[in-house]
């Protein structure tokens, strides 16, 4: 474990962190486990967030198996947490590395001794290549490979390794929706301004991301991908041709469509003998009861996920939102205490999945998120006729019960949390992982 770590453990749990209630005496991050809170049980302040540690786990093995059944592997993408103790801890389970979108991210990982990084975007211009330059010459242990699009994006990358003081791996980006070269010409162009400075960059590889060219039409969809994967495997043949002996990689894979990513590049890599196929999936760990809910089910549907007898209907949400009903001032209306602060709303709205009262869970059923303000949810409350043949409470949803909830979109939820709770099986808290969003 890394000094950071070790430190990051000892640090202080007070009252100013949502979820800790009000008075408690201070406590160190790695004795949180001690309070046996459950936010069931209205132990903690609401609202708070959590992270179902056995549903985790199960997702990273089920992820993990599918990667070695495939050839492929994993540098999960940290933004989604963006907590070092989770980065660490699955690259410590067998993941290749880590990803990250910026360069507050790479301070993060590279602080907390995740040393192999893919940096998967674009940095912006000179000053922002000094800055990477400065951050890797204070870790000479860093192993990071970045994006390029175009020349002026190498320009930026050989500023970085000038101020490093060694040679950057440079991924050319492909690309099409987002960033990345979108033509023959363009990569070209990106190849000769890495060949230009020998001394400071080395062509690592091919990157791209399929998610920018997904639309609502699943065909349609799986041709622009189809399309992207062909670019990206011919830019290779271009990488491969400069650099015939250096191992190099093939990047891309989200968490909706990384298995027509392992269809058109797993056999390239193969092909090639000296390459590897990095997914940087980093939601799928936490799954959802919202996009990726749905995107894992169109999965399923195509059946994309080969892994044995596992399916994706196998991954489990993981996140839970715990508010408590502030008010009911209409009998067909439930104001909780969350909003648009607390959670994602981004790709669907937080879904209510069990009521909680005295100890006893109680079906949800018929409630539903409607919008949110900054603070407050409004959850419409089915009528007493609709609920006729039904084992529900939902119409007697009171002030004081606690509701828990499922999100859609973990990485703009957890984003708004600096802290996430680890909940065991018991559903008490057990651990406390800090986030570093800046």
């Known amino acids: 474990m890394s000094l950071f770590l070790d430190a990051l453990l000892d640090s202080p749990l007070d009252d100013s962190i949502r979820g800790v209630p009000p008075g408690a005496a201070p406590l160190r991050l ?8 459950r936010p ?62 910026n360069l507050q991210q790479a301070a993060v990982l590279l602080r907390a001794g995740v040393t192999r990084l893919i940096l998967a975007n674009e940095i912006g211009g000179r000053a922002s290549g000094e800055r990477l330059g400065a951050l890797l010459a204070a870790h000479p242990d860093a192993d990071l490979r970045a994006f390029a699009d175009s020349p002026a994006a190498v320009e930026t990358l050989a500023a970085a390794a000038r101020a490093a003081g060694r040679r950057l791996p440079v991924l050319v980006e492909v690309g099409a929706g987002r960033a990345g070269a979108r033509d023959r010409a363009a990569v070209d162009a990106i190849l000769a301004a890495v060949v230009r400075h020998p001394g400071l960059l080395v062509l690592d590889g091919v990157a791209t991301y399929e998610g920018a060219v997904a639309t609502a039409d ?64 980093g939601a799928i760990f936490f799954h959802d009861h919202g996009v990726y809910e749905r995107a894992l089910g169109a999965l399923d549907a195509r059946q994309g996920f080969a892994c044995g007898g596992a399916t994706a209907a196998d991954f489990r949400p993981a996140l839970r939102l715990w508010a408590e009903v502030l008010t009911r001032p209409e009998p067909e209306l439930a104001i909780c205490g969350f909003g648009m602060r607390d959670a994602s709303f981004d790709q669907g709205l937080p879904r209510p999945l069990r009521v909680h009262r005295d100890g006893a869970a109680l079906s949800a059923e018929g409630l539903r998120v409607t919008r949110l303000n ?15 043949g039904h084992d529900l409470a939902a119409h007697d949803l009171a002030v004081g019960d606690i509701v ?32 570093f969003f800046g």
């Not at 973990?410 to 986030?435: E, H, K, M, N, Q």
């Open 404 to 435: 828990e909830f499922g999100i859609s979109h973990p990485c703009t939820c957890i984003d708004r949390w600096r802290v996430l709770f680890g909940l065991g099986a018991d559903g008490r808290v057990r651990s406390a992982y800090r986030t």
């Open 40 to 101: 069931a049980a209205g132990d903690m302040a609401l609202p708070v967030l959590t992270l179902d540690e056995d549903a985790f786990a199960a997702n990273r093995d089920l992820i993990f198996a599918y990667a070695r059944r495939h050839g492929v592997a994993l540098a999960p993408h940290a933004k989604t947490p963006m907590a070092p103790q989770i980065a660490s801890a699955l690259v410590e389970a067998g993941a290749w590395g880590a990803t990250v979108a």
């Open 218 to 281: 699943p065909a349609e969809t799986a041709a622009n991908i189809a399309a992207l994967m062909r670019r990206t495997a011919e830019a290779f043949a271009l990488v491969r041709a400069l650099a015939p002996e250096r191992p190099l990689l093939l990047t891309a894979g989200g968490s909706a469509f990384f298995d027509m990513v392992v269809t058109g590049l797993a056999p390239v890599a193969a092909t090639d003998g000296n390459a590897t196929l990095v997914l940087r999936s």
């Open 374 to 388: 900054d603070q407050h949810a409004f959850v419409a409350v089915p009528a007493r006729h609709d609920l006729a």
């Open 30 to 37: 790695r004795d949180v486990g001690a309070r046996g809170w």
